[in-house]
Nanobody, 126 residues
Framework: QVHLAESGGGSVQAGGSLRLSCAAT????????VAWFRQAPGKEREGVAN????????LYANSVKGRFRISQDSATNTVSLQMNNLQPEDSGIYYC???????????????????WGQGTQVTVSS
């Protein structure tokens, strides 16, 4: 069974930075893809960034390209999301998710992910 635990959320002003971390345990074959999703009140959960196990082929949603960076530390089984130049529209609950998908690129579709963390709140004020 995969267990995911997010940390690092908080409140910042627009233009600020936060770093989220996702500590993962469980079979590696169930964590071939790890992704960050976010959900704002009244909105659908959307994919933000994902990465293939081993730190390969990071992908980003257009809304965060150039501002967010996803990375993986294989030694600690931690996937991090560095978020820079945060804007109010980046606010929401951020979730870490994992899937056993074997592919050169990880999917952004929520339904592809089997395991989810409890989420961490990010609030950006203007």
């Amino acid at each position: 069974q995969v267990h995911l635990a997010e940390s690092g959320g908080g409140s910042v002003q627009a233009g600020g930075s936060l770093r989220l971390s996702c500590a993962a345990t469980g079979p590696k074959y169930s964590r071939n893809c790890v992704a960050w999703f976010r959900q704002a009140p009244g909105k659908e959960r959307e994919g933000v960034a994902n990465i293939v196990r081993g730190g390969y082929n990071p992908l980003y949603a257009n809304s965060v390209k150039g501002r967010f960076r996803i990375s993986q530390d294989s030694a600690t089984n931690t996937v991090s999301l560095q978020m820079n130049n945060l804007q109010p529209e980046d606010s929401g609950i951020y979730y870490c998710a994992a899937a056993g998908t074997l592919a050169s690129d990880c999917p952004f579709a929520r339904v592809e992910y089997n395991y989810w963390g409890q989420g961490t709140q990010v609030t950006v004020s203007s």
